[in-house]
């Protein structure tokens, strides 16, 4: 059974955002009043597996290995089935 998966990023509480502020500073400069700018990344993938509950942990283990640092990301995991 193939999976469609998506992952969402971002940076935890309390976590320096440059980025971010660039981009806040950027509007602002181009007249445009913003606060409390946050980027998220988006990834999306397919994979194989026998089911959800074990794809899910397959992805889990991704992000912890791979796709973020644990330390200074939140991550969520969305899963569907592709039909």
Do not use: W
């Not at 998506?6 to 309390?14: A, T």
């Not at 320096?16 to 981009?23: R, S, V």
Request: proline share 2%; aromatic share 4%.
């Amino acid at each position: 059974m193939i999976f469609n998966i998506e992952v969402e990023i971002s940076l935890k509480e309390g976590m320096l955002n440059p980025e971010a502020k660039t981009i806040e500073n950027s509007l602002g400069l181009l007249g445009y009043k913003v606060e409390n700018t946050d980027t998220i990344n988006i990834i999306t993938f397919q994979i194989e597996g026998e089911n959800s509950a074990k794809v899910e942990s397959e992805v889990d283990d991704m992000c912890q290995r791979l796709l973020c640092n644990p330390v200074i990301h939140n991550y969520e995991i969305r899963i569907k089935e592709n039909n």
